[in-house]
Nanobody, 122 residues
């Protein structure tokens, strides 16, 4: 079975930073595109960032570009999301995801983590 487990969420003031981690099991992480999505209350799940199998290419939503950095360590079966200059509108449950595509639509995701909550206060 495949499991993706997120950690690192919490409460932070605007302008602060957090680093999210996602550790996988039962998955050949090096063969997958790894992604982060988020979902705020009352809103649809939206794409945040993606990284290809080798870590050589990354993709970001316009809303986080320049503030967030996605990275991966295949040897540790882990993907990270470093979040800097956080804003209240970044408040959401953040989900780790894996699939074989570069698509940003969550419909293409094969595996999901259960999510970790990030709350950014004013």
């Amino acid at each position: 079975q495949v499991q993706l487990v997120e950690s690192g969420g919490g409460l932070v003031q605007a302008g602060g930073s957090l680093r999210l981690s996602c550790t996988s099991s039962g998955l050949t992480l090096s063969s997958h595109t790894m992604k982060w999505f988020r979902q705020a209350p009352g809103k649809e799940r939206e794409f945040v960032a993606a990284i290809n199998w080798s870590g050589g290419r990354t993709y970001y939503a316009d809303s986080v570009n320049g503030r967030f950095t996605i990275s991966r360590d295949n040897a540790k079966n882990t993907v990270y999301l470093q979040m800097n200059s956080l804003k209240p509108e970044d408040t959401a449950v953040y989900y780790c995801a894996a699939d074989y595509t570069i698509r940003t639509d969550p419909k293409f995701v094969d595996y999901w983590g259960k999510g970790t909550l990030v709350t950014v206060s004013s």
